[in-house]
């Protein structure tokens, strides 16, 4: 799993989600617009962290631009395993068995998941 991933709390990953919504390459304005946060110092306080961790990476220019060092698809993958992991005893089809037993699965996801099993192997 990725190290940076689990230290991520939750403050920081709407920090993150907000540079991620936002193409990736941002500005603190950007992220203080896209949020509704509570003071501009907590704010940086959350983001000189995520930097600290090695989650944003910092550059000047006329202005601090950051930069998120992980995907929101690698976070959202380590974040899973992270679950199989202690949830499921590193079992993901007692993953998909407790989503199928919640009825968590609309019929149109269910037909896009059998889409990717290949042919004959039903």
């Known amino acids: 799993m990725n190290e ?6 939750n403050a920081e990953l709407e920090i993150m ?7 990736g390459e941002t500005t603190f304005s950007r ?8 003071t ?5 306080t959350l983001i000189d962290r ?3 961790k090695g989650a944003l990476r910092q550059i000047r220019r006329e202005v601090y631009y ?15 395993k992270e679950l199989i992991d202690k949830s ?5 089809m007692g993953l998909v068995a407790a989503l199928f037993a919640d009825n968590a699965f609309t019929p149109e996801e269910i037909d896009e998941l059998k889409k990717c ?5 039903e």
């Not at 989600?17 to 193409?23: E, R």
């Not at 992220?31 to 509570?38: C, G, L, Q």
């Open 4 to 9: 940076v991933s689990k230290r991520i709390s």
């Open 40 to 44: 501009k110092q907590a704010m940086q």
């Open 50 to 52: 995520l930097v600290r």
């Open 88 to 92: 499921y005893a590193g079992s993901a």
């Open 117 to 121: 099993w290949p042919a004959g192997s």
């Open 66 to 80: 950051y930069f998120p060092l992980i995907s929101r698809e690698e976070y959202a993958r380590a974040k899973t």
């Open 17 to 23: 989600q907000a540079i991620w919504n936002n193409g």
């Open 31 to 38: 992220i203080w617009r896209s949020m509704n946060y509570n």
